[in-house]
């Protein structure tokens, strides 16, 4: 028995309708992630990339198809695997005023995370932490903000982490950093997860597999190494560019059709 | 980790502890934070007191009345600041932006309207008791007076303010800032109608009955019969009771449907305007 996607969307769909006017978020995409898999989410603004997370996580309802997680269909069956899960972006903060102790205390106890405090002093060491908890997350760096957003999305050992531009507003060295991090958290613990950025450096180095976004479509969806080699270009960059300006043989989501025949 | 539950209406009390935990953490460490709530209502007790007061050396009906005005603020307030206390430590998710990461946790709505209910009554505590104590030390207005009496105001008002705060709540999650006015200005519709410090006989007749369904009312005649007539009117605490227990069936099905709407047009994850 094939085994169950830790992340599926079948003819996810979400039109947003605003004083009469329908705009087409996401148009009925389709995939399956396998557990343990990295997938990164490509695509320009306004592609559809948080919308499609933000039904994944059951934070947006859709207007038609199913966005499942671990078999559960979201957002209805979201209390079966919210606890499984966890998310991390900049655009959602934490509480400025509490302290990073004191957040990751909340959340700690929000997930039932046990062995709490050894859990918070352990993620904090692994996260370079330890001498922060006791300051006020509004006090940090967008730096080290980042990496307490990090130590919460971690805090519950997710089995399916979604990641939201994960490294936006980071020097180099500190993204670098994140990413050594989330390559260390999937192979220890066979964590499936999707990475929705803009950094084609950040996706060809984490992911496994790749999904390119236009306009709430799915253009293109292959391995990295398979999508440099059907583009014929060196990088992501410039397959993301071909696909983003419809140039090139699989411009226009020919390859996509070509892959779900 | 807990074992997952389907049921949007399970309650954990470990999940309703770490939100409070979140605002006590919240009011620890913002003395202007806790200041406010004992500011206002301490300039509402002394401005209606001093008036009660100047209003007692001039007139027989207000000697005999004494601490009318002033139960009627400490009672108002009560109903006021356990609203605010609600909407608030609401509004402090959107002001931080965390909405999104409450409502992807495992915190059902119904724990979030839990620890809002419970940090309402904190906030009421640090507000309300010192501000009852003034009243004993400056006008000799001791509201603990009113013994079972005041348990039953209490409750019915604590009820009304829960349920206006919830509704308040779910319009803003699901319209975001713009909707945060309301929190602040919404109890004032229903002062005039409440009858807080005049009985809801002068009103017109026709208001009278829109007075007569909104359970603060029945609150503050049973306050003035206490004070004017000591007399325990059970029958209006009962009547005020069965009210709350509509309104607020009615708040919390309102406040599942804005969440539900906010669900569908994606409010959850932009709170700002």
Redesign the interface.
């Known amino acids: 028995m094939p085994a169950i996607p830790a992340i599926e969307a079948e003819n996810l769909t979400?039109v947003?309708t605003s004083k009469g006017k329908a705009t087409v978020a996401v148009d009925a995409i389709s995939f399956a992630l396998a557990p343990g898999t990295v997938t990164g989410l490509l695509g320009g603004n306004g592609a559809g990339k948080?919308?499609t997370i933000?039904m994944i996580?059951?934070?947006?309802?859709p207007t038609s198809g199913h966005a499942r997680v671990m078999g559960a269909d979201m957002?209805h069956?979201?209390?079966?695997?919210?606890?499984?899960?966890n998310?991390e972006?900049p655009?959602?903060?934490?509480?400025?005023?509490?302290?990073v102790e004191?957040n990751l205390?909340?959340?700690g106890?929000?997930?039932?995370?046990?062995d709490l405090r050894e859990r918070i002093v352990a993620i904090a060491k692994q996260l370079e932490l330890s001498d922060l908890l006791d300051r006020?997350n509004g006090k940090l760096s967008a730096g080290q903000k980042t990496r307490v957003s990090l130590a919460?999305a971690l805090l519950?050992r997710p089995d399916v982490l979604l990641l939201d531009e994960p490294t936006a507003s980071l020097d180099p060295d500190t993204a670098d950093w994140v990413r050594s991090h989330l390559e260390r958290y999937r192979a220890e613990q066979n964590a499936t997860i999707l990475l929705a950025s803009h950094n084609m450096a950040e996706v060809e180095r984490l992911c496994d597999r790749v999904i390119i976004m236009k306009r709430g479509k799915i253009e293109d969806d292959a391995a990295p190494g398979v999508l440099l080699a059907r583009y014929g270009r060196d990088n992501l960059e410039d397959v993301f560019l071909d696909v983003a300006r419809g140039r090139g043989e699989f411009g226009r989501g020919e390859a996509a059709r070509e892959a779900a025949q | 980790m807990s074992g997952p539950s389907t049921s949007a209406l399970a309650l954990s009390p470990h999940r309703v502890y770490a939100m409070v935990l979140r605002y006590i953490y919240l009011l620890r460490s913002s003395w202007t934070r806790v200041l406010d709530l004992i500011y206002w209502p301490a300039i509402q007790l002394f401005v209606w007191g001093f008036l009660q007061h100047y209003l007692a050396l001039n007139s027989g009906f207000f000697a005999r009345a004494a601490g009318m005005f002033i139960g009627a603020v400490l009672l108002w307030d009560i109903l006021f600041r356990g609203q605010l206390g609600f909407s608030v430590s609401f509004l402090e998710e959107m002001w931080s932006r965390n909405l999104a990461n409450l409502m992807f946790s495992p915190l059902r709505p119904i724990e979030f309207v839990a620890a809002l209910m419970v940090m309402s009554i904190v906030r009421l505590a640090i507000g309300m008791i010192p501000v009852t104590i003034l009243a004993i030390v400056f006008f000799g207005f001791n509201l603990y007076g009113f013994g079972f009496a005041l348990a039953a105001f209490f409750l019915n008002l604590l009820l009304t303010s829960w349920a206006v705060g919830i509704v308040v709540s779910g319009v803003v999650m699901r319209n975001g800032m713009g909707a945060e006015t309301l929190a602040w200005t919404i109890m004032f519709i229903i002062m005039p109608l409440a009858c807080v410090y005049y009985p809801v006989s002068v009103l017109p007749a026709w208001l009278q009955w829109i007075s007569w369904a909104l359970p603060p009312t029945y609150v503050f005649e049973g306050m003035r019969a206490l004070v004017l007539d000591q007399t325990f009117r059970a029958d209006l605490m009962i009547t005020a009771f069965a009210l709350n227990l509509v309104y607020f069936a009615i708040a919390v099905t309102v406040f599942l449907a804005l969440l539900r709407s906010a669900r569908r047009i994606g409010s959850l994850l932009q709170s700002g305007e």
């Open positions: 979400k947003y948080t919308t933000a996580l059951g934070l947006v309802e957002p069956e979201r209390y079966r695997v919210l606890h499984r899960m998310f972006s655009y959602v903060d934490m509480p400025n005023r509490l302290t004191q205390t909340v959340f106890r929000l997930y039932a995370v046990e006020p919460k519950n």
